[in-house]
């Protein structure tokens, strides 16, 4: 019988948090909640608390970090949204515990330090993109790998032009066609900033160069990526679009959990569509990429822009074609940082004010 696994969930009120207590909820006797934490939804956390008995919360960063250093777990799932995640990551990293990650951020903006902490398999992907990669590479060794292919839905402005994106408004930016995410995270997607994210985050994790890594449109979000290898065939994990698989995997790699989703109905027509990316009308890859090739502070500055022009667009401040326009300017100003906690924090500083900095010219 398989030992139940200690569980710390960081970000539990999020959307990321809510699914996994889900997951946890059917399966009490493969998973135990051993601490929880939060940024700031006191009220949510306590309720989460009284219905797992769990003893141990945080609210805020510093807290979760103290949380994952003195509760004993199996697995900590980083749920938490930005790069504010990088701390908790770091220390879950320190532990030698197992850590599934979600918040992809902490891993694109610590790059180099997150790298030199993790051990061999420690490091699980939660994303759904980056959790089927790993289903596939299970397949065939390193070795036999051509390159790997990112599917985005496209967003809720598939197929459109740059210009007849000036005026969009921010409740269209959250019309996600397939996926239910918080505001940043929707975003992005509408921005394809969280595809290039994506393409940063999949070099870091699988170690594979950026020229290999290719991104295709994808609308049904049923196929979740796929993996190339060197014979011609391409291994693709298809499932219905839902995050409790790839959580689930993250809580138990690389076990699966019966019953965790619903599986597609062979019975019933169905069509899948593949398109290029139109990099004309969504530059955020191809800039992604170049930021990731330059490595250092860089993927931190192009993230903190970013997420300082979401905020901006959502205030009403800037239009949505503005915020790439923020980010790229950002990114060309930077002067490249010294890789270590401290210089990527004032990367990330010297990024915000940059962007707000151009936020108010505008």
Known sequence: MRPVRRVIILGSTGSIGVQALEVIAANRDRFEVVGLGAGSNRELIERQAAEFGVENTALGTAEASQLVRTVESDVVLNGITGS???????????????????????????????????????????????????????????????????????????????????????????????????????????????????????????????????????????????????????????????????????????????????????TTSMSWQFEPLDNETFPAVELAKSVGRAGGTYPAVFNAANEQAVLAFHAGRIGYLDILDIISAVVDEHEAGESSLAGVLDAESWARAAADALINSR
């Not at 320190?94 to 180099?112: C, M, P, R, Y």
């Not at 420690?122 to 599917?151: K, N």
């Not at 900033?193 to 295709?216: C, M, P, Q, R, S």
């Open 84 to 266: 504010v995640g990088l701390g908790p990551t770091l220390a879950t990293l320190e532990t030698g515990t197992t850590l599934a990650l979600a918040n992809k951020e902490s891993l694109i903006v610590g790059g180099d330090l997150v790298k030199a902490l993790v051990k061999p398999g420690q490091l699980v992907p939660v994303d759904s993109e980056h959790s089927a990669i790993a289903q596939a590479l299970r397949s065939g060794t390193r070795s036999e790998v051509r390159r790997l292919v990112i599917t985005a839905s496209g967003g809720p402005f598939r197929g459109r032009s740059r210009e007849s994106l000036a005026t969009v408004t921010p409740r269209e930016a959250l019309k996600h066609p397939t996926w239910n995410m918080g505001l940043v995270v929707t975003t992005n997607s509408a921005t394809l900033v969280n595809k290039g994210l994506e393409v940063i985050e999949a070099h870091l994790l699988f170690d594979v160069a950026y020229d290999d890594i290719e991104v295709t449109v994808h609308p049904q979000s049923i196929v979740h990526s796929m993996v190339e290898f060197v014979d011609g065939s391409t291994l693709a994990q298809a499932s219905p679009p839902d995050m409790r698989l790839p959580i689930s995997l993250g809580l138990d790699w690389p076990n699966r959990v019966a019953g965790v989703g619903v599986p597609l109905d062979w």
